[in-house]
């Protein structure tokens, strides 16, 4: 997307993508691709066994499988599936769900919080998860910067952690925080990670299996090639079905869809219109078409920045003037992009937050709103200096024609469509644009070197954290270190409306300064929101009997706010044998737009965080 990558789509970067990013799911692997992936299961006829193994395709590369560093979505979700949370997001609601805290309760001036940790909660290596584990989690974040890259937002407040005895977890505040019942940080096993000496370099990549206690256990991974996961068969809500999860990394998405086609894959994700519209005629493949949680932006360089004050990167200065940021977003026609490029599948974009979360949906007033207007885009630079020579050339300040650079990433065909619009919108201004797409945007993003880029987050139910990541406190601490900043804007303003929020517990008030929050940043013109993107995606219904949407009413399978798709997941053949022996299967199948429930035990559960597929930050 973040689908720039912050550092992370960077992922953060999302896609820089909390963008921007890209994954795809699919179940299965080719007889020539079996090597890669020993001790896959497969047929005689040279597809994977589809009762026993599910594949997701991935088109993002993984950042870190380390969860003090990992910021891109792939990362981060396969986190979710490997470590538990204090607490989860309800599948119906998004309301907070136990996670490995069974209960929780403030003090009554909000200042410290009593979190009750389960018993049942095992590591794979078979040592009980304790309040021990999240006390050090947390106190490792507050006191090693290294350690805080990835989720440090969430413990900055934090005055004190302890745990007094292995089921009570005590955290002090220095100031009542909003965020107490939604903190997206996986609680690692103390005994295995604080051998870690050097938390910036430790990638938790090179002893396999990594020890967790969330549903599944990471067993394998080979990087731009998979990463390999069996069931936790510990797991206190219930082992998964499938005897193995597979992400495989996919470069190409068409080779993604023809691999869905030909059985070899069951999953795939971030789907094109013409793609999505091709496989609803295929035979064993349903395709859901469900409102997105994440947004489309393109981002400006508003200037590399470290907190010590120096600047780095060689972004075009030109962008450093907000009249040249305003004509350019004056110049981007987003209904054209979205009937276009999404093909009706998105939304068109204004605020930071997508309607999908109503309550925080934001839409800026009539005479706010940077409505498409090319005609005022010249005038607008024009008025401000800009002016054209002869050939019909804007020129800078410094008498040269202006062009910039965007980041695009090579893996999200939109990216490349939605590149051809602007040259032609830009370029009726005498603005040039180079479109460079990149197999990964992450180098050149968290270096400060390009001009404009296009960025993308997936958003959580609180949206905290994909807000955080525009305050001055993210950036890095010196142009030679990695924050967790999505874009490098630092703006007083908005670090004074986020700090209010943080520490808002009335709904109606803490929704209002999220708004607030959401019109500084669209009036700073440092983003251009363009669209909420549908979630594309698809599956086989000869492989996937049943699996759990979020929201269970019309909601999407890839990057939820939790594990339950790939928990839930039922195999075709599994469900047959149910069947044969008068059984039956835990989940609902989803059609487009239905709703799926999956109830286990005491609730329904669903959801997880950041950036999103093809668009976290990369």
């Known amino acids: 997307m973040v689908t720039k990558v912050p550092p992370r789509s960077r992922a953060a970067r999302p896609l820089r993508s909390l963008r921007p990013l890209r994954l795809l799911v699919a179940a299965g692997l080719t007889a020539a691709s ?26 993002q590369s993984v950042d870190s499988l380390s969860p003090f560093l990992a910021q891109k979505l792939v990362s981060t979700s396969i ?36 979190y009750t940790i389960r018993k049942d909660s095992y590591w794979s290596d078979g040592q009980q998860a304790t309040a021990e584990d999240a006390a050090w989690t947390f106190d490792k974040m507050m006191t090693d910067p290294n350690a805080a890259t990835a989720n440090g937002s969430f413990t900055a407040n934090f005055k004190k952690v302890s745990a007094p005895d292995p089921q009570t977890l005590v955290i002090e505040l220095k100031q009542p925080q909003a965020t107490m019942t939604a903190l997206d940080v996986p609680i690692v096993p103390k005994h295995v990670w604080e051998k870690v000496s050097d938390f910036s370099k430790f990638n938790n990549d090179q002893q396999f299996p990594i020890v967790g206690n969330g549903p599944f256990v990471i067993t394998d991974f080979k990087v731009d090639q998979y990463i390999k996961l069996k069931p936790n068969k510990r797991f206190w809500r219930g082992a998964p079905k499938f005897d193995e999860l597979v992400f495989k990394y996919y470069k190409d998405g068409d080779a993604a869809v023809a691999a869905l086609q030909k059985g070899e894959v069951s999953f795939v994700p971030n789907l094109t219109p013409a793609q999505a519209a091709a496989l609803k005629t295929q035979r064993n493949i349903k395709v859901n078409d469900a409102p997105g949680r994440r947004f489309y932006a393109l981002a400006t360089n508003p200037g590399a920045r470290a907190k010590d004050g120096k600047t780095f990167g060689n972004g075009n200065k030109a962008l450093l003037d907000p009249e040249v940021r305003k004509a350019l977003f004056l110049a981007v026609d987003r209904a054209t992009l979205v009937d276009k490029v999404f093909q009706g599948h998105a939304v068109e974009g204004q605020g930071y937050i997508p309607p999908r979360f109503a309550s925080y949906f934001w839409q800026p007033a009539d005479a706010q709103k940077r409505s498409y207007d090319p005609a005022k885009a010249e005038q607008v630079l024009d008025a401000a200096g800009y002016r054209k020579n002869g050939d019909g050339k804007r020129l800078g300040k410094d008498g040269r024609p202006l062009e910039f650079r965007i980041l695009c990433h090579a893996t999200d065909p939109n990216d490349k469509a939605v590149g051809k619009y602007l040259q032609e919108w830009w370029g009726r201004l005498g603005i040039g644009l180079k479109v460079e797409c990149l197999d990964s945007v992450s180098d050149p993003w968290v270096k400060g070197d390009y001009d404009l880029a296009f960025d993308g987050w997936s958003v959580n139910p609180d949206p905290d954290y994909v807000l955080s990541i525009h305050t001055c406190g993210t950036l890095p601490a010196t142009p030679k270190d990695t924050g967790a900043t999505d874009n490098f804007i630092c703006d007083p303003a908005f670090d004074a409306l986020y700090a209010r929020q943080a520490v808002e517990y009335d709904a109606a008030k803490r929704t209002d300064l999220v708004k607030q929050m959401q019109s500084r940043l669209y009036d700073t013109g440092y983003m251009n929101v363009m669209a909420y993107p549908n979630a594309l995606e698809a599956y086989r219904t000869d492989q996937i009997r049943s699996i759990t949407t979020m929201p269970e009413a019309g909601g ?63």
């Open 556 to 618: 999407n399978l890839y990057g939820q706010d939790g594990y339950w798709s790939w928990w839930s997941a039922v195999p075709a053949a599994q469900a047959s044998d149910d069947a044969a022996s008068g059984g039956s299967s835990t989940g609902a199948v989803i059609g487009i737009g239905a709703a799926v429930v999956v109830v286990v035990g005491a609730g329904i559960f669903l959801m997880m965080r950041r950036r999103s597929t093809a668009d976290d930050r990369e």
């Open 34 to 59: 079996l090597a890669a992936v020993p001790g896959t299961a497969q047929a005689e006829d040279g597809k994977a066994d589809s009762g026993s193994t599910l594949t997701v395709a991935v088109s």
């Open 79 to 114: 986190h979710r599936l490997a470590y538990e949370y204090l607490t989860n997001y309800d599948a119906k609601d998004a309301h907070p769900v136990p996670g490995l805290a069974t209960a929780w309760k403030s003090s009554p001036d909000k200042l410290t919080w009593t």
